[in-house]
């Protein structure tokens, strides 16, 4: 069975590496934010059309969003977003 959470997870990953908020990638995929933060929570589907969209405006492979291949294989999905959770608090506190 696919896990929708997964996939979030590894849509929030792309959308912090394209520094992009959420609002952004909604809008390369004629969604509104909320629905999109549903797909990137786990709670909504995503159509096949989203998918090629969201991958392209996420520079990111199909395969990528969908778990299929694993650039970092030392690391689970949890980890990679901690860590990018990190950086993006260590990149805020730069800015102060």
Not at 27 to 55: C, D, H, M, P, V
């Amino acid at each position: 069975m696919f896990d929708y959470v997964e996939f979030g997870n590894r849509m929030f990953i792309a959308r912090m590496r394209k520094n992009m908020k959420q609002h952004e990638v909604a809008k390369a995929l004629s969604l509104a934010q909320s629905s999109y933060s549903e797909i990137e929570s786990g709670k909504r589907e995503i159509n096949l059309t989203q998918l090629f969209t969201l991958a392209d405006a996420l520079d990111v492979s199909v395969n990528y969003l969908l778990g299929l291949n694993n650039t970092s294989s030392q690391f689970s999905e949890s980890d990679l977003l901690k860590i990018e959770e990190y950086k993006m608090f260590l990149l805020s506190q730069k800015h102060k």
